[in-house]
């Protein structure tokens, strides 16, 4: 059965920092591209980060450049979102998603298009920054 499970989200306040884990279980790891996609409330959901597991590459959002780092432990099947120098608009839940294209992963991360698609789907963990 494949699963991914966020975690690490909670309240932080502006300018602090968070990390969030994406554990992933049953599919090969390296095979994918997985993404942290984010839904503010009454908003649309947008792509923010991804990483391809096979060589680590990575992709960001304009709005999140300079602030978030996504990582991987392929040795953990778990990706990692660290979110620095966190702002209001951050507040949303971030779920993480995975699926074998890589290119539509980046598209989704790096445009504006609607998010769309993605083989697997995390539950989501809530982010909440106050000001």
């Known amino acids: 059965e494949v699963q991914l499970a966020e975690s690490g989200g909670g309240l932080v306040q502006a300018g602090g920092s968070l990390r969030l884990s994406c554990a992933v279980s049953?599919?090969?790891?390296?095979?994918?591209?997985i993404g942290w996609f984010r839904q503010a409330p009454g908003k649309e959901r947008e792509g923010v980060s991804c990483i391809r597991s096979s060589d680590s590459s990575t992709y960001y959002a304009d709005s999140v450049k300079g602030r978030f780092t996504i990582s991987s432990d392929n040795a953990k099947n778990t990706v990692y979102l660290e979110m620095n120098s966190l702002k209001p608009e951050d507040t949303a839940v971030y779920y993480c998603?995975?699926?074998?294209?890589?290119?539509?992963?980046?598209?989704?991360?790096?445009?504006?298009?609607?998010?769309?698609?993605?083989?697997?789907w995390g539950k989501g963990t809530l982010v909440t920054v106050s000001s």
């Open positions: 049953g599919f090969t790891f390296d095979d994918y591209a």
């Open positions: 998603a995975a699926d074998t294209d890589i290119v539509h992963t980046i598209m989704l991360v790096t445009t504006t298009r609607p998010v769309y698609g993605m083989d697997y």
